[in-house]
């Protein structure tokens, strides 16, 4: 299938909101939709917007129009297309930007021709710029599943925000062809980025419809000579002007120390949030990759980290602790040559904090259950209730760092087809086989999803045969990368008390929380106080007749399920990370004066 995704986005920093400002009472969007549909060589259409608030227009100008769509992430557009190009399922991908609403649909014909003619992995008509013979404002990108896959697991930093910079740069890994023209119109612009190109666009469709002429590439250069003609522009309008970099600091390194295992009560979420977190870093340009390090430890009690971090996308230096030596750790930590050293481990040293504090180094802690709340310059509480003898914190749930993968649910079935379960990425107190002995006690008309770690369902499998149970109605997801699709499609969600419960509640979604630590029952009785989440039992006690009571009540209680909808989406916003971003902002800015 010829797959086009068209990218869209309301927050466009030089232009904002120039998509669907109207032309003639038309949306820019609309005009586009109504050239490409045109296109003889497309099978399917799909307009793919960001998670963001600000982008629910676009939703519903789809919505109103009955036009495809997907919502994901806003500055890591590559994964944008990744993830939409999962849910299409296409097998040639051709990419519009919505900022080019006068593309030729005989040109994307064309240059669909020429990926298969010339049997390549990217094809396009404007790219690379340099050999360019295309107006801007006609391009057409056209390349394989396959080489979105390999970009998507390969690509870093810049090459990820503007989606085929890692194809067509690497020329030893794909094959590529451009599109020619006997004829030289690079000169030409009608692309939209700043006020006089809309003015422009608008110019030429005035004209084009003046004349009743559908306005091919040939027919809109014409019309730029005639009433435009030839003028020398500012270098802000030069081809690509947009792909700069900005600037970036290079002088603060950042450390970072996370752990996951059984051992002190510490989950996978706290190095899963640490990675967001570096990701965002390095896609908002604050930090390059080589100027973080991550450390992390790597034995017995602590050896579920390893997994999650070999599969981080951006290459940054990583390194492990062997050992639960303070003495090694302090003289790693001391040797490094970051600025700022930020713990996610729940419960830091003194001995060595104060250690690093001599040598000048910046320390951050996240909820901070340790001696570090009494030494660390800056702590950010968003799951932990700090006590009063902490020093300089952020709190709240406004400082969660969520996934921008999530998109909130503004509609509740009345009748439940779907329950999905997940419990985080260590099942701790093997809740799982517990939660699937009690499916078979509920309705069969329901589907259970069981979102799960790899390793949780190996064990799970085994008790499969020792208790000889046939599970009915269940699929399990072992690690899926549509981990917030599939979650997206529950109509009531079972989650452990950790970060998955609140991106849950932020969703909308309806739930019941079931503790796998300790410290996580204080934010259970927090949200389920302001009817976000239910519970079962007293504290990290329950039995399965409690569960399976506590599903059913849910299930019949349709008022109470739009109830936790609507509190959930109002009260976890979902801008943690950014709020954390700008912390991390002025620390690096006063980090760079001292």
């Not at 086009?4 to 986005?9: F, G, P, S, V, Y």
């Not at 994307?108 to 094809?123: N, R, S």
Request: charged share 30%.
């Amino acid at each position: 299938m010829n797959l086009m995704i068209i990218q869209a986005r309301m927050g466009s920093s030089r232009l904002p909101g120039k998509v669907l400002k109207k032309i003639n009472n038309k949306p820019c969007l609309l005009i586009l939709m109504e050239r490409v549909l045109l296109a003889k060589k497309i099978d399917k259409v799909v307009i793919a917007t960001s998670n963001k608030k600000a982008d629910l227009r676009i939703v519903n100008f789809c919505k109103k129009y009955d036009f495809d769509y997907f919502c994901g992430s806003e500055n890591d557009v590559l994964k944008r297309y990744y993830d939409c190009n999962n849910c299409y399922n296409g097998k040639t991908i051709v990419r519009i930007t919505s900022d080019c609403p006068l593309v030729d649909p005989n040109i994307i014909d064309k240059t669909i021709d020429l990926f298969y003619k010339k049997k390549v992995d990217y094809a396009a008509n404007t790219i690379p710029p340099f050999t360019r013979r295309w107006p801007d404002g006609s391009d057409v990108e056209v390349f394989s599943k396959d080489a979105l896959v390999k970009a998507y697991k390969n690509a870093k930093g810049n090459d990820r925000e503007h989606v085929t910079f890692y194809m067509w740069k690497k020329k030893n890994t794909f094959k590529t062809a451009q599109l020619g023209n006997k004829k030289n119109w690079s000169k030409y612009r009608y692309t939209i980025d700043y006020e006089e190109d809309f003015l422009r666009i608008k110019k030429i469709i005035e004209v084009l419809n003046k004349n009743n002429t559908f306005g091919n590439t040939q027919q809109i250069v014409d019309i730029l000579d005639r009433e435009f003609g030839e003028k020398i522009l500012d270098r802000k309008f030069s081809f690509g002007y947009g792909w700069k970099k900005k600037k970036i600091c290079k002088k603060i390194n950042i450390l970072f120390r996370c752990d996951a295992g059984e051992a002190n009560d510490i989950g996978t979420g706290h190095v899963i949030r640490t990675l967001r977190l570096i990701e965002e870093l390095i896609v908002k340009k604050i930090l390059l990759s080589d100027q973080i390090t991550l450390v992390y430890k790597n034995f017995y009690g602590y050896d579920l980290a390893k997994n999650i971090i070999k599969n981080f996308k951006y290459k940054i230096k990583k390194i492990q602790l062997l050992t639960n030596s303070i003495k090694e750790e302090k003289s790693l930590l001391k040797k490094s040559n970051a600025k700022v050293i930020v713990f996610d481990i729940l419960r830091s040293k003194s001995e060595l904090l104060l250690s690093l504090k001599k040598d000048g180094k910046i320390l951050i802690s996240f909820d901070e259950l340790g001696e570090g709340k009494f030494v660390c310059d800056n702590i950010i509480y968003s799951l932990i209730r700090p006590t009063k003898n902490d020093k300089n914190f952020y709190q709240g749930y406004k400082y969660l760092n969520l996934s921008k993968n999530i998109v909130k649910k503004y509609y509740i079935r009345k009748k439940i087809k779907e329950i999905v379960v997940t419990l985080g990425g260590n099942d701790k107190r093997n809740l799982y086989i517990d939660i699937l002995e009690c499916v078979n006690k509920l309705s069969t008309k329901l589907s259970f999803s069981f979102i799960i770690s790899k390793n949780d369902y190996l064990v799970l499998s085994k008790e499969f045969l020792k208790r000889n149970i046939i599970p009915k109605n269940v699929i399990f997801y072992k690690n899926p990368e549509n981990f917030y699709q599939l979650l997206g499609n529950a109509d009531i969600a079972l989650v452990s008390g950790g970060i998955t419960m609140f991106e849950v509640a932020a969703m909308g979604i309806p739930s019941i929380s079931i503790p796998q630590h300790l410290h996580q029952i204080e934010n259970i009785n927090s949200l389920k106080k302001k009817t976000i989440t239910s519970s079962i039992g007293k504290g990290m006690q329950f039995t399965k007749i409690e569960l399976v009571n506590s599903i059913n009540n849910l299930i019949n209680n349709y008022k109470k399920r739009k109830l936790m909808n609507k509190n959930g989406r109002r009260y976890i916003d979902g801008k943690g990370l950014k709020r954390v971003i700008n912390i991390f902002e002025k620390i690096i800015k006063d980090a760079k004066k001292n």
